[in-house]
């Protein structure tokens, strides 16, 4: 593919990204199909992020992009204030059937955050609308990532998001994140240690009023803060304690939906119903932003019913159920379920973990962590250079040998299509030990 040579850097502003060393050495992708991407110097890169955690069926699906060149010519755009297009009720209901039983009405957004705002502003709304005004505060977690509007940012737990920020939401506070090194380092999916971690909601509980508390919002498995897989137990105690003191129970899915973790969403996996689900990424497999939030039908009721207005939520998007996200997000769907890719990501959990788990013993390696297709290798410091430059040092040798990882801090992430093959994961893995012997 054509690049143009004289590219100007110097306009976009590039999200969570070091602008100044980037714009000196970047990284431009230009084409991409299945697990690969093509980069401007005409490299193939073989995909070890499905994107940014979200093209799960693989890139340039050709179901995919005819259903988004199909909507694109025919219907272009339809507010859905007001107005509405068939495709968001068929999207809508073909969600209710993968969520839990129950959570089956669906608010549509474009981003993972908003998906995150809608979920948090709802929640309040729920309490008011049965007479619980005071339900205000929220309950999170060290380590949370939950976007990065006001709300999310608030309830998030990775100090570097919320300290330029000024004093964000108040009303909220963390719950401990339940990665122990000395208890768990190397655990293979779930740790045994750490149930007890959950025993420490009664504590936030028992200085903060419980019936001042509308919502819980975690991610069940903890992405961006480095793949922190929940302890045996964990999530179910979350729930019973939600469930005992009337507060809602969010569940964060914007990674964990659609198949990450080897099912249609780790609720699902799990087996622990939250009240509220976010997601994004995944429902249209990336190719159109879309995100949305699925709630319980009794919080539907209790907002839509009570209402002494027509209009029952002042709340919205431009381009809420966008007509070619729908098509999009449809066309995902229907990819999914014919290509049984919940059930695929299911089947190589185990040859993803033992691959990961082989890099036990190379150098600086502190800790692996994984479930479904999610992983994250975790560094440490060693002889006057820290975590931090081991990881980029280790992810900058893959792209250069065209294997794309995502590095995060002290530790590289790998969250690969649901097409991934056993001979992509190995390629992954061997460059990844390769990054590390060359250092
Ligand atoms: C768990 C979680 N929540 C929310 C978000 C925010 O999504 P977006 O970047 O689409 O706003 C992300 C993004 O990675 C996420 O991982």
Not at 88 to 113: Q, V, Y
Not at 406 to 429: C, K, M, Q
Request: charged share 20%; glycine share 8%; with cysteine.
């Amino acid at each position: 593919m054509e690049v143009n040579k004289n590219l100007n850097l110097d306009n976009f502003w590039i999200p969570f990204t070091p602008n100044r060393a980037f714009k000196l050495d970047p990284r431009l992708l230009v084409k991409a199909e299945g697990m690969y991407y093509f980069s401007d110097d005409n490299r193939k890169i073989l995909d070890g992020m499905a994107g940014l955690w979200c093209c799960n069926a693989g890139h340039c699906h050709p179901h995919i992009v005819k259903a988004v060149q199909n909507q694109i010519a025919i219907l272009d755009y339809a507010t859905a204030f007001n107005m509405a297009h068939p495709k968001a009720f068929e999207l809508a209901e073909k969600i209710a059937e993968l969520t839990p039983d129950g959570l089956d009405r669906i608010f549509f957004g474009n981003s993972g955050s908003e998906a995150v705002e809608t979920a948090l502003k709802v929640a309040i709304a729920f309490h008011a609308s049965r007479g619980e005004r005071q339900r205000t505060r929220f309950i999170s977690r060290e380590k949370g990532y939950h976007g990065v509007n006001y709300g999310g940012v608030s309830v998030g737990g990775i100090p570097a998001n919320r300290k330029s920020f000024g004093p964000l939401l108040t009303g909220i506070d963390h719950l401990p994140h339940t990665w122990n090194l000395d208890e768990m380092a190397f655990s293979q999916g779930q740790p045994t240690w750490g149930l007890h971690l959950a025993d420490e909601l009664e504590n936030i509980l028992s200085f903060q009023d419980p019936s001042t508390v509308a919502a819980l919002i975690i991610e069940p498995v903890i992405g961006a803060g480095g793949v922190i897989v929940p302890p045996k137990g964990y999530l179910e105690k979350i729930r019973e304690i939600c469930s005992k003191h009337g507060i809602l129970l969010i569940f964060d899915e914007v990674i964990t939906g659609f198949g990450r973790v080897g099912d249609s969403f780790a609720a699902n996996r799990f087996k622990v119903t939250p009240d509220i689900i976010a997601m994004a990424k995944g429902l249209t497999g990336a190719a159109v932003p879309m995100s949305a939030a699925a709630f319980k039908t009794e919080i539907y009721d209790a907002i839509v019913e009570s209402s002494e207005t027509p209009i029952e939520l002042f709340h919205g998007y431009t381009y809420s159920g966008h007509p070619v996200a729908a098509a999009a997000g449809i066309a995902t769907l229907e990819v999914y379920e014919k290509e049984e890719l919940f059930q695929r990501a299911k089947k190589m959990e185990p040859i993803f973990q033992n691959a990961l788990h082989s890099l036990k013993g190379e150098n600086f390696i502190v800790d692996i962590r994984n479930f479904g297709l999610m992983g994250a290798i975790h560094f440490g410091p060693d002889e006057g250079k820290s975590a931090t430059e081991i990881s980029s040092q280790v992810f900058k040798y893959c792209y250069e040998n065209d294997v794309l990882v995502r590095f995060s801090g002290d530790f590289i992430v790998l969250s690969p299509a649901l097409i991934v093959e056993e001979d992509h994961i190995n390629t992954i893995v061997e460059t990844l030990r390769k990054g590390i012997h060359s250092i």
